[in-house]
């Protein structure tokens, strides 16, 4: 599966975006799919996941009740819908994909994805 990662910019603190993720190549329900940031000299960390129906989600910590995680099927895409931003969630942001359809064990580990999207600039101003 090939992921392109769309949406990002610059915003205002207190500000909204929301990140798109297009999946092209295979069945797009076949993958659970996560969301992952690198801030420039960190590792790549969690943010969000979800399963192959978008019926079973999960959040950081430092997002929860800030961040929406949402998939469409039907348009073979992923969203993130991120508001009340803070300049701590600069980063680059990364859509990826793994043959696991539930939220099983792992789906916090960047290392458990085999699919990953270029990813998409977040910058955040105070």
């Known amino acids: 599966v090939q992921l392109q990662a769309s949406g990002g910019g610059l915003v205002q603190t207190g500000g909204s975006l929301r990140l798109s993720c297009a999946a092209s190549g295979r069945t797009f329900s076949r993958y659970g799919m996560g969301w992952f940031r690198q801030a420039p000299g960190n590792e790549r960390d969690f943010v969000a996941a979800?399963?192959?129906?978008?019926?079973?989600?999960d959040l950081s910590d430092s997002v929860k009740g800030r961040f929406t995680i949402s998939r469409d099927n039907a348009k073979n895409t992923m969203y993130l819908q991120m508001n009340s931003l803070k300049p701590e969630d600069t980063a680059v942001y990364y859509c990826a994909a793994r043959a696991q359809i539930w939220m099983y064990s792992g789906y916090d580990d960047p290392n458990k994805y085999g699919y990953w999207g270029q990813g998409t600039l977040v910058t955040v101003s105070s």
């Open positions: 979800i399963n192959w129906s978008g019926g079973s989600t």
